[in-house]
Each structure stands twice: as C-alpha cells, then as structure tokens.
C-alpha cells in the first residue's frame, strides 16, 4: 500500500503539495482561534481588574470625602463654641472688635463675632479688700512711724478700670502711700495717734476722687496699725 500511495504521490506531486497547503491552512486557523480566545480572556480579565479598581478608587475618594467633612463640622463646632460666652452674676467682660473698643457685657449669654471680636478684659464687680504693707511716714514733729492701710473698692465702669490704668491694684497702692504721708506729715504724733477716723476720712475722700477716672469707687479706708518708733512705745506703757 505504501508503494501504490508513494506511486499515486509520485505521478501527482500536485496532489501532495495541495494536502500540505490544507494540513497548514487548518492548523493556522487553529491558532488563530486559540490566539483569539486567549485574547478574549485577557481583555475580559482586564476588564474585571478595571472595574474592581475603579470601585476600589471610588470608595477611597468617598471616604477622604468623609473624613474631610467630618473635620469641617468639628472645626466649626469648634468656632461656634468659642464665640458664645455666658457672664455669671458680679461679673463684666470688655469686649474689642479690631483692636479697639466695642462693648461691655453683663450679666448673660453672649455672642461675639468669630476672628474679629475678642474678650479683652474680664472684670469682677465685686468689692475688693487690698491689705498694703506698712508704709514709713513723718509726722509733724519729725517721729518717723509705720503705718498699714486696707482699703476696700469696688470697680464701677469695667471700660475705664481695662483702659484707664496699666496695672489698678498697685496705682491704688501707691497713692495710698503719697496721700498717707501727706496726711501724716500735717499731724504730730499726738494727733495722728487720736485721729484714725479724721485720717480715714480723708483719705477715702482723696483716693476716691483721683480713682475716679480709673472706674474705681472707694468705699473704705482704714488704718490697720499705727506703729511708732521703739523708745516711744516704751514711755507710752511707762505712762500707762
């Protein structure tokens, strides 16, 4: 059989091209369809990776949304907070807008502008008791003494106490001690020991008028020790 089909082969060599042209024309298209398929798959791969992705990005984007908006509220939560103040009773806050004077607030909820507005001075309404330490004073006939003083104030007008005077307790407190010895050196020692209440009198009057413009009202001055030289505390008890 072999020779008859190498016979037919050899007489017709036409006939054995045409088979091999078949055989080679069947096994390409073969590939191709395989090569096509394979590519079918890449691209739906692809495809599914694509998506998944874009979901992926979508809900990254989504959630920095989020987050960013949750910050927003928070910050604005934050500033809303901070502009409502509530003065509580004997209290007064200064209130600036741009650097200068705007209002006073009393008793009560408030709101200030967020930025523009801020608290410059809280102020207590209370009466205030300041105990000075003794002051060396000379009396008219030259006895060189110690002298305390307590003063009670009250602040009247919280615009002027915040702009009126730098540091208010220790301008009260040096006038107390200039008007003191003022005061003192137009007495002798006699007098000064007898007349407290002239002296307190007085002296509420004088601070009471040059506080004024600092909105601070005194209301009491009292001398707490009067304290002489050694030598005479002594003749004074060998007198007593």
């Known amino acids: 059989m072999n020779s008859s089909v190498e016979g037919v082969f050899g007489r017709h060599p036409q006939f054995f091209i045409c088979i091999l042209i078949a055989n080679i024309v069947i096994w390409n298209v073969t590939e191709t369809d395989r090569d096509q398929k394979c590519m079918d798959g ?3 791969a692809g495809s599914l990776k694509s998506k998944t992705k874009t979901k992926q990005d979508n ?14 509220i928070l910050v604005a939560l934050a ?26 607030w009393s008793v009560g909820l ?34 060189t003494m110690r002298i305390d003083t307590v003063v009670f104030f009250q602040i009247t007008d919280p615009k002027l106490f915040a702009y009126g005077v730098e540091n208010p307790i220790m301008a009260i407190e040096n006038l ?24 307190n009198s007085e002296m509420r009057a004088i601070l009471d008028e040059a506080t004024d413009p600092w909105g601070i009202k005194v209301n009491r001055v009292e001398l707490k020790n009067i304290l002489p030289p050694r030598e005479i505390q002594d003749a004074m008890e060998k007198q007593m």
């Open 79 to 104: 500033i809303a907070v901070s502009c409502i103040k509530i003065v509580p009773q004997a209290n007064a806050i200064v209130v600036e807008r741009l650097g200068g004077y705007l209002t006073t």
């Open 59 to 72: 809900g990254g984007n989504v959630m920095g949304l989020l987050i960013a908006l949750i910050v927003l």
């Open 176 to 199: 107390t001690a200039t008007t003191l010895r003022n005061i003192i050196g137009d007495l002798e020692l006699d007098q000064t020991l007898t007349s407290r209440d002239t002296i």
């Open 42 to 44: 890449l691209r739906i």
């Open 110 to 143: 408030h709101f200030k502008a967020p930025f523009i507005d801020r608290v410059a001075k809280k102020v207590l309404l209370k009466e205030q008791v300041v105990d000075f330490p003794p002051q060396p004073v000379i009396t008219k006939d030259n006895v």
